[in-house]
């Protein structure tokens, strides 16, 4: 055995035991963020379905199902997707080979596995379990290997984890689900050797006893690390407002939510995508939605389905300007932006951005279908940052870059305390040079290691009185703006509760009350047929007898169930199915000594002038009514004239004749009158337009009583009928109440009348009826021969009354 042997076995078993230790500690991270996520899921199947599905027949398999959703979302975390394929029996439905698939980025489970990661190499490097027998440090190279052996292991693992898959047989159909992709593998060792290297790069770093070695960088490693620096700065002030953010999301989240527990799980699973996506819209970003069968949406601060999200943008500014004032104090100070290193930042922060909007933060189910063999077609949901937003926020790095130039020598005059805590802050960043003295009135800058001949920090220069008045000027020019902007977020708050749901239904309830109809059809369509847009005229409310009282208007917390259907409900029921914010607002009305409701649906749209809110109401105010009259005649309701159909149905109560006339208004009470004649007296009852009930729904609103002038015109005209009847040489004139038979053909019969009937005419309807009449006849036969007979006149029939002309008709 060679002398050196011994060291070489111990070394490698440092490093197994160590590459052993950090896997473990990983797998076991990964295996718990699996277990969360599945009791995640399946509080969120559960709340979405409170029915379920039956449960395994027994307890052996439903803990064998529950392992399979454990290891199928602990390598979710990795991979990014899941894959569904679905079958049923005898081929009915299926999806296609690519099956469904969910592209998901579980970003807590990912983060809490790489911090347990940092955490488990930090604490073996600091326990010295990689070094050698002799306690000698191997250096870079061990920490490589060990980290490379243990980020390969768990890949591995990983691929073990998620081959088998899952599969779910029930009645009648089959479905697969796996969680193996091609990025499993390498996804999961890369992150595990960053998080492992990185954390024992930290414990070599701090280890006791050992001074920091400070190699000499090349001018491309300094520039490479300062840009390093402040990338870090910048984006940890944006880790900070995001997690704000974040936190009031998931508050409101819980707070909105119907079961606050089961929602809390679901929340904190999601909670980075709900911290960049809340970033995203502070930095006036947008996030796209698409959907199949409907046109893409895009939800920014501006959209009216998410009010107050531009309060988000406060912490955006906040943390921009603060990592502007510790990357700018690192800087040395120059009389112009360093054009030559602008872009840096910008780039870097367009790059990051590029990798989280295109890759861990949209949420997409791809797929297709297909039944028989024939395509079902493309399936395609997705939640995704717009494509713009890398750009956007390389825009706002840049505003960080020309910020980080402009503040720092004005915030040493202003605030030169706060100043000089930045730069002992951003010295403790660098750990390059010593933090400013507490207390100190100057700010010397923190200078980056351009170079190697980069002069000591100078002190601030002073200014006189002149310009430091100017610079007190300023500032309080900066605080009154900043009231200024305070007070314009108030008053733009308190202008949009004058705007609101309930204000803008008030201005459409008023304007019905006070008979404008014309400002009501502007705020609302009525949505009825043209030919019944004169039933909501300023001239149909102008003649209302009785127009509605406003008593309250309130909104609803819940929707409200629309009522059946029928010819008495409203004519445009309540819209659902908007993507956009909806309010349900109950109207509270008098009308003719009762107090009714009525619950309109108001949509918000978008807003006027970027921030002043807009509402609609989807639901018009109007209803369906009907006027029934005894005779088809003419009548008028309010202001328009109707012809009503013939009688031809009959009232409820009393099984009267009646002629129904539909139509559509404003709720009011209109009057209803009938056609003045000298032939009838007319009684009239007003309609009631409104949620109608049965205690105020006329049985005839006209109801016609024929005068002793119809009497005499109607046996006037009977007469001269029965004349011109008598008048025909047929045995059986057409359309006539008499008539006989004689044999043979061509033989003339001669009329008379020897007694002409009664008449009598109807209450109820436009009918009357003859009795008692006689009427004669005599024939002439071939032969010579005359026969004489008789017929009586009986019979029924109907009048028509044309200003003062009234004919008759025979049945």
């Known amino acids: 055995m060679t002398p050196t042997s011994t060291p070489t076995s111990t070394v490698d078993k440092n490093l197994i035991t160590s590459s052993a230790l ?72 299926l999806t296609d080979d690519s099956g469904l698939t969910l592209g998901l980025w579980p970003l807590a489970s990912l983060a809490f596995v790489l911090a347990v990661s940092l955490a488990t190499a930090y604490g073996l490097e600091r326990r010295g379990v990689d070094r050698g027998s002799r306690g000698v440090d191997r250096g870079r190279r061990g920490r490589l290997a060990a980290t490379a052996v243990s980020s390969g292991t768990f890949a591995v693992l990983l691929l073990c984890v998620a081959a088998p898959g899952l599969r779910l047989d029930t009645a009648g159909a089959a479905a697969t689900v796996t969680a193996l992709s091609p990025a499993l593998a390498p996804v999961a060792f890369t992150s595990v050797f960053l998080s492992g290297w990185l954390g024992r790069s930290l414990a070599a770093r701090g280890r006791p006893g050992r001074a920091p070695q400070t190699p000499l960088l090349g001018s491309w490693a300094r520039e490479l690390r300062l840009l390093g620096t402040e990338l870090g700065i910048y984006t940890g002030m944006l880790a900070v407002a995001g997690t704000l953010l974040g936190i009031v999301a998931m508050i409101l989240g819980v707070a909105q939510s119907e079961s606050p527990w089961t929602s809390m799980p679901v929340l904190l699973a999601a909670a980075p995508h709900l911290a960049l996506t809340t970033l995203i819209l502070g930095h006036l970003g947008a996030i796209a939605v698409s959907i199949p069968f409907g046109p893409s949406t895009v939800a920014s601060v501006f959209s009216p389905e998410l009010p107050y999200t531009w309060l988000g943008l406060l912490p955006v500014v906040a943390a921009t300007v603060a990592s502007a004032v510790l990357i700018g104090v690192g800087r040395p100070e120059t009389r112009f932006p360093q054009w030559s290193s602008l872009w840096r930042l910008p780039a870097a922060a367009f790059l990051v ?65 706060l100043c000089s805590r930045s730069v002992g802050l951003r010295a403790l960043l660098d750990r390059g040079h010593a933090p400013a003295a507490a207390g100190s009135e100057t700010c010397p800058r923190v200078f980056a290691q ?14 006189g009185a002149t310009a430091r008045r100017r610079l007190r000027r300023a500032g ?169 159909d013939p009688v031809d149905s009959r009232t409820w109560e009393g099984s009267q004749p009646v002629s129904w006339v539909q139509f559509d208004a404003y709720p009011a009470i209109y009057p209803v009158t009938g056609a003045t004649s000298e032939f009838y007296s007319t009684s009239n009852q007003p309609v009631r337009v409104s949620t109608v009930e049965d205690d105020h729904a006329a049985d005839r609103n006209v109801v016609y009583t024929p005068t002793e002038a119809l009497q005499s015109a109607a046996e006037s005209a009977v007469t001269a009928k029965i004349d011109e009847c008598a008048s025909s040489t047929d045995a059986a004139p057409v359309g006539c109440p008499f008539s006989t038979y004689v044999y043979g053909a061509n033989r003339s019969v001669d009329w008379s009348i020897a007694m002409y009937p009664t008449v009598t005419v109807s209450d109820t309807s436009d009918s009357f009826e003859i009795e008692g009449g006689i009427a004669t006849y005599a024939t002439t036969g071939e032969s010579g021969r005359t026969t004489k007979g008789s017929d009586t006149i009986w019979e029924q029939g109907t009048f028509t009354v044309d200003g003062e002309k009234v004919t008759v008709e025979f049945r």
């Open 22 to 93: 950090h896997t473990g500690a990983c797998a076991v991270a990964a295996l718990f963020s699996g277990a969360g996520l599945s009791s995640a899921s399946a509080l969120l199947l559960s709340d979405l379905g409170p029915g379920g599905q039956p449960g395994p027949s027994n307890a052996a398999s439903g803990f064998e199902l529950l392992w399979q959703f454990i290891l199928l979302f602990t390598a979710l975390p990795f991979s990014g997707q899941l894959r569904l394929g679905v079958e049923s029996v005898g081929g009915m439905s």
């Open 353 to 417: 951005w590029t990798v989280l909007t295109s890759v861990l933060l949209p949420v997409a189910l791809t797929g297709s279908a297909s039944a028989l063999g024939f395509s079902l077609g493309d399936l395609t949901i997705s939640v995704r940052p717009a494509f713009w937003t890398p750009a956007l926020f390389a825009i706002w790095a840049l505003a960080v870059e020309l910020l980080a130039w402009a503040l720092p020598s004005r915030l040493a005059i202003i605030a030169p305390r």
């Open 450 to 463: 351009s170079s190697a001949s980069t002069p000591p920090a100078p002190t601030a220069r002073q200014l």
């Open 476 to 644: 309080a020019a900066l605080a009154i703006t900043g009231v200024i902007f305070a007070a314009a977020a108030i008053s733009v708050t308190a202008v949009n509760d004058q705007r609101g749901a309930i204000a803008e239904t008030r201005r459409y309830v008023q304007a019905i009350a006070d008979g404008n109809a014309s400002l009501a059809g502007e705020l609302v369509d009525p949505d009825i047929e043209s030919a019944q847009r004169q039933f909501v005229s300023d001239e149909m409310l102008a003649a209302a007898t009785e127009r509605i009282i406003v008593l309250d208007i309130i909104e609803l917390e819940a929707a409200t169930t629309p009522a059946a259907e029928g010819w008495l409900t409203p004519s445009t029921p309540a819209a659902v199915g908007s993507t956009r914010e909806t309010r349900n607002v109950q109207v509270t009305y008098r009308l003719g000594g009762t107090t009714e409701t009525a619950v309109l649906v108001v949509e918000r749209v978008d807003n006027e002038f970027l921030v002043l809110e807009h509402w609609r109401i989807l639901t018009p105010l109007v209803f369906a009514s009907a006027v029934g009259t005894s005779h088809a005649m003419d009548l008028t309701i309010g202001s328009v004239t109707v012809n009503p």
